[in-house]
């Protein structure tokens, strides 16, 4: 397999509305970013995923772009974000840019054409139906908005104010292809590309993802845009299968270098259930077999993985399946080791490294998020008990992740001065910042450190074949072995202790969260214990 710099990375993702307050408005912007790069550089990563930043009206934080060649005003302008390529690129740190183009927002140029002229070649550039099927938007309700000037329905997979392009035009691809240049000619490394797996959509049947022209898309954008560039892309598939995933990111289709899967996030979700009914304990087993398939079936050379807990779409990782209290610290080093420490490019999602948890939202009017109020809104109107519907989304919801980055214990965590924030600063700040991280040797923060700089500088990382182990249900025991080397990575993934033979002797302690002589010497695992060692 020819080798990338991006197989040897670890990725971090800022939320831009929520990192760094340099203008004290409440909202995180460029400058913010700029003056947290050195931090950044310590922790080590190679590159950031920026979500959007482009110019938007805000209906869904972004995610609804009104022209891919500007900024924010809230975030900045072009010349802010040329610095931050700049002083970015000076600390070796690449800038993937969020590429959303299943959908602009009803403020763009174009739809703003298709809208008031139907004669227009723009009103192609969108999806227009006489009449509407029983398509559903992902935030709730029919994905069909009736435009009354028309008397046409246009298709929304989002929000109305989100409406779908039209892959099938070829004179909008190309517009697409022209953007992306675009912006590769201002140097960025790559593109996370959101919700791709829909570009390839047949309305009239129905089909929302992996659609039968999907893959003839992607050829043709890798042919016209970063094909002819080192760049890290990266798709958000929600319905892929390994399989599926080496057709996105096998080196041979020439499409991208990896794609971000889901499967192991439907274990928050109640079987069968909308998302939003999750479960109260995690199926250690049924992740173990989730992540070995996915290990094991993406061979090296004809696909690549990509490996994360969080981002911001999710509730934080802690609050859902470790330790908020006792165990905080140790189970969240223990997650960051039986992540990273498995074969593809590690995300780490901002405030993950000093182990950020879930906001304590205690009423519905307190949540911001356009997914979260418009299923509490349908909730209620079905006549819905209202806590239990703030029950779910408060362990659920976007917000969770969304919440200001906390950097000491002054007023807002060190976010911002303003009298008011976005959204409100986790009380638990005063103990849960990076200040407190930085000073305490023993931290999460410098475990995630210290596989940051093992990714760098260990081949065994990229190239060791995995191997689950049959243990205790709650076990988590794996190797990565080569013809030279043999790597043992054990992780007790609940707060009981339990049992554990460690049979082989080992030469190394690679990194770990306890006392690997104690664990040999009692077979047991102790609560959150966590452990690499080579033995071969």
Known sequence: MKKHWWHKATIYQIYPRSFMDSNNDGIGDLRGIISKLDYLEKLGINAIWLSPV????????GYDISDYRAIADIFGNMDDMEELLDEAKKRDIRIIMDLVVNH??????WFIEARDNQASPKRDYYIWR?????????????????????????????????PDLNWENEDLRHEIYDMMNFWIDKGIGGFRMDVIDLLGKVPDKEIKENGPMLHTYLKEMN?????????LTVGETWGASPEIAKKYSNPDNEELSMVFQFEHIG?????????WFYEKDLDVSKLKE??????????LGKGWNSLFWENHDLPRVLSLWADVDEYREKSAKALAILLHLMRGTPYIYQGEEIGMTNYPFKDLAEFEDIESINYAKECLEKGEDEEEI?????????????????????????????DKTWLPVNPNYKEINVEEALKDPDSIFYTYQKLVDLRKKKDWLVDADFKLLETDEKVFAYTRETDLEKYLIVVNFSGESQDFDLEEDYTDIVISNTDVKEVKNSGKLKAWDAFCVKIK
Do not use: C
């Not at 482009?54 to 934080?61: F, L």
């Not at 042919?223 to 760049?231: A, V």
């Not at 992740?401 to 007023?411: E, V």
């Open 390 to 418: 703030l029950d779910r989304i408060s362990v659920i919801g976007r917000d969770n992740a969304r919440t200001p980055m906390q950097w000491d214990d002054s007023k807002n965590s060190g976010f911002s001065k303003a």
């Open 104 to 109: 602009t927002s009803d403020e763009h140029a």
């Open 130 to 162: 006489k009449e509407k099927n029983g398509l559903e938007s992902t935030f709730s309700g029919s994905a069909w908005e009736y435009d009354e000037d028309s008397g046409e329905y246009y298709l929304h997979l989002f929000s109305k104010k989100q």
């Open 223 to 231: 042919k016209n845009t970063f094909g002819k560039h080192d760049l």
């Open 267 to 275: 274990l928050q979700h109640k079987e069968g259930m909308a998302k």
């Open 290 to 299: 989730i992540f070995a398939k996915w290990q094991t079936e993406l061979e």
């Open 54 to 61: 482009y110019q938007s009206p805000m209906d869904d934080n």
